[in-house]
């Protein structure tokens, strides 16, 4: 098992900048691609960004391409969400997953990922 803590959303104003970070532990990471779900009230959670296992490989929402990077960091066992240009339709409950189909990126259905953290909330004004 993989247990997942993210952290660092917050409020920020529209066209700022939040970068989110989720902390794994438990069995190695480096087994794990790992994605980014976000989830606003009353909608249904939706792919935001996948990694690989060793990072090689990424995979974007086209809602969000050009403005938000996923990067991880195996030796420090984090996943990150940078995120620019921020909108207020990017508010959200944001959450990160695991996955062992460890080669791929392209992981975008829920059913994709085994472990899930809590989420961390990020809001943005207008």
């Known amino acids: 098992q993989v247990q997942l803590v993210e952290s660092g959303g917050g409020l920020v104003q529209a066209g700022g900048s939040l970068t989110l970070s989720c902390a794994a532990s438990?069995?190695?990471?480096?087994?794990?691609?790992m994605g980014w779900f976000r989830q606003a009230p009353g909608k249904e959670r939706e792919f935001v960004a996948a990694i690989n296992w060793n990072g090689g490989s990424t995979y974007y929402a086209d809602s969000v391409k050009g403005r938000i990077t996923i990067s991880r960091d195996n030796a420090k066992n984090t996943v990150y969400l940078q995120m620019n240009s921020l909108k207020p339709e990017d508010t959200a409950a944001y959450y990160c997953?695991?996955?062992?189909?460890?080669?791929?990126?392209?992981?975008?259905?829920?059913?994709?990922?085994?472990?899930w953290g809590q989420g961390t909330q990020v809001t943005v004004s207008s």
């Open positions: 438990g069995r190695t990471f480096s087994s794990y691609a």
């Open positions: 997953a695991a996955s062992t189909s460890w080669g791929s990126s392209r992981l975008i259905r829920l059913g994709d990922y085994a472990y």
